[in-house]
């Protein structure tokens, strides 16, 4: 009884650290199932020829969170990481497993807006740059496809 006790206990913790890592961010990973609407941009180009979705692990993410910053501001956008919240969902095209980003402005902590972009596509036309979105190969640890919503 103590061992199943002890197992249940790590697993549990496990499980909290991995939740609790994720929710003291200024991204989500968002569910497979989130997908198809998380690339459905209506003001600037997404993945495209997408067969299937897949949700990134916490590892994943942390890599294309630590090449990101190098990655805008080799494209002059370095203030735009400051300001945003970003989502990642994988995708596969063209048989290659990448990572699309969604950033968008953060929302208010604490509110409707903010539990909802931990597990639900955001997606608003027009808006301006501050609402923007990258390809992640986490092959190779490089951004690609850079592409905003439009001059603010």
Request: include cysteine; aromatic fraction near 10%.
């Amino acid at each position: 009884m103590l061992k199943r006790f002890l197992a249940y206990s790590v697993v549990a913790l496990v499980s909290c650290t991995a939740v609790g890592a994720e929710s003291d961010t200024r991204f989500a990973i968002l569910p497979a199932s989130e997908g198809r609407a998380a690339i459905d941009q209506c003001s600037r180009s997404a993945p495209e020829h997408v067969t299937h979705f897949w949700r990134p692990i916490l590892a994943q993410v942390e890599a294309a969170e630590k090449a990101l910053p190098a990655f805008l501001h080799a494209q002059g956008h370095k203030d735009w990481l400051r300001a945003s919240f970003r989502q990642y969902v994988g995708v596969v095209v063209a048989g290659r497993r990448l990572i699309y980003l969604n950033a968008f402005p953060a929302p208010t902590p604490g509110t409707a807006d903010a539990r909802d972009a931990r597990t639900k596509a955001y997606v608003v036309c027009d808006g301006g740059s501050s609402f923007w979105g990258a390809e992640f190969d986490p092959a190779t640890g490089r951004f690609q496809h850079l592409d905003s919503n439009g001059v603010a």
